[in-house]
């Protein structure tokens, strides 16, 4: 069993590289299947659920080469199926993706239902109406989505809730759609954007992504291209949050400060200095953190993603915080591992109260998720003593180097092996 341990209570200082977004990462990959060219893409993190990806993308015959740890390389002259095993994908939810990818392009897919992180009930129904609306049938037989069709044709579809995952799906899947689809109620998130410039540099004519409405005009073929992914606002997110959780100064370096607008917001109300420089945020902790409330909501609103993190921030502020999820119902499973830590806090319904106090006390814990695990790991930095981290499989998923960066930043950090 691996364990993260945590000599607590350090003030994290200096400055950090942030790596590209991992939820881009996870749709840019196997969007890349959609160009009859090489792509090239770069920025991409160093995280489990991209070498995932890449190991099913070689299992169908794809051709892939890491130039570098960031770059990667993808043709997919040579493949060879359209069906992914679930064995290959079962721990992530992106595996999605690849059902837009290869419908699109082979009109034909057969995919696993995704796994990932267990925070809710996580349906993908707006994705399969989605492919449905434009002409693909899809059936669900052993856990496997089958979608095939003659050919796809561009529809009017509107989605019932702005799903991340649905939008760039049905996005990825309609680029080879004859005529024009509008998705409608579409996701604004930053990766929803990352997608539709990738895939516009390999010559889709997509209109609009960032806005309530996507416009798509179909394209006979997509040529190969070299794409830099977007930095990660979460990860960002997750080391401003511990800057100020210590107390600290850090500069978050390589960011797209935009992005951050909901956090620094909180972080400012909470009264730390958020100082902005090109593209770093610099954060200053203040011994006096107060109480604030915070919504999770689609982007622009303040990530869902960011929602555990700063619900250990909000644990060691002075005053009564309110933090209501709006996105996922079960993501306070963290809850009473922070409760383990010395937190006082209680969930009713979807609102978490948290009486800040002025310190937490080290133990050992356990992640349930991989935004789960990064809050017990912000409470660790805070915490007097010592906190071991279990199940940090979940981290690795999402965070590069994550014990690395923070020991750069002054953190008592190590990764340790047990024996069951
Ligand atoms: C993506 C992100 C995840 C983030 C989430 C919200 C990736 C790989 N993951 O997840 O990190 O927490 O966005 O920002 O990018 N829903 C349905 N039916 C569907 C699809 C979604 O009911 O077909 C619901 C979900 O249960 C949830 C809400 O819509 O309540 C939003 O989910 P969605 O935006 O799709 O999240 P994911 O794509 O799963």
Do not use: W
């Not at 995919?111 to 059936?139: M, Q, S, T, Y």
């Not at 502020?317 to 079960?330: I, K, P, Q, R």
């Not at 017990?376 to 180097?401: C, F, M, Q, S």
Request: hydrophobic residues 40%; negative net charge; glycine residues 10%.
């Amino acid at each position: 069993m691996e364990y993260i341990t945590i000599n607590g209570g350090r003030r994290l200082q200096g400055s950090v590289d942030i790596s590209g977004a991992k939820n881009a990462a996870v749709a840019i990959v196997p969007a890349a299947i959609a160009a009859k060219g090489i792509c090239t893409i770069e920025n991409l993190p160093a995280i489990k659920d991209v070498r995932v990806l890449v190991g099913a993308l070689k299992n169908l015959g794809i051709d892939c080469e890491f130039t570098d740890t960031h770059t990667l390389k993808i043709d997919s002259h040579n493949i060879k199926s359209c069906a992914i095993t679930y064995d290959q994908v079962k721990d992530m939810r992106a595996s999605y993706y690849l059902l837009g990818a290869l419908l699109g392009r082979f009109k034909q897919a057969q995919v696993p239902l995704p796994g990932g992180c267990n925070f809710g009930l996580r349906p993908i129904d707006l994705h399969i109406k989605g492919f449905e609306a434009l002409g693909a049938k899809i059936n669900i037989e052993h856990g496997m989505v089958i979608a095939e069709a003659e050919k796809l044709t561009g529809a009017n579809i509107y989605l019932d809730i702005s799903s991340v995952g649905a939008t760039i799906n049905i996005m990825i899947a309609a680029v080879y759609a004859e005529g024009v689809t509008h998705i409608e109620n579409a996701a604004k998130e930053p990766h929803v954007v990352d997608t539709a410039n990738f895939l516009n540099k390999l010559g889709a004519k997509i209109k609009g992504a960032g806005t309530d409405i996507i416009r798509i005009t179909g394209v006979e073929s997509l040529h190969g291209g070299e794409y830099s992914i977007i930095p990660d606002q979460i990860e960002a997110g997750t080391y401003m949050i511990a800057a100020a959780a210590t107390g600290g100064d850090v500069t978050v370096n390589h960011i797209i400060p935009k992005h951050m607008d909901s956090l620094s917001a909180k972080l400012t109300e909470m009264g730390c200095q958020v100082i902005e420089d090109g593209d770093s945020i610099r954060v200053i902790g203040t011994e006096h953190l107060q109480a604030c409330n915070v919504k999770t909501m689609f982007y622009p609103g303040f990530p869902t993603d960011l929602h555990p993190q700063m619900s250990a921030l909000l644990s060691v502020a002075h005053g009564t915080s309110l933090l209501t999820e709006t996105v996922f119902e079960h993501r306070f499973q963290y809850v009473k591992e922070l409760l383990r830590l010395g937190a006082n806090m209680k969930v009713e319904g979807r609102v978490a109260i948290i009486e800040g106090k002025s310190s937490l006390s080290g133990t050992q814990v356990t992640a349930s998720d991989l935004r789960a695990g990064a809050a017990l790991i912000v409470a660790g930095l805070a915490a007097d003593g010592t906190t071991a981290i279990g199940n940090v499989k979940y981290l690795d998923r999402g965070y590069e180097r994550f014990e690395e960066k923070l020991t750069a930043l002054g953190a008592n950090i190590n990764r340790i092996q047990v024996d069951d």
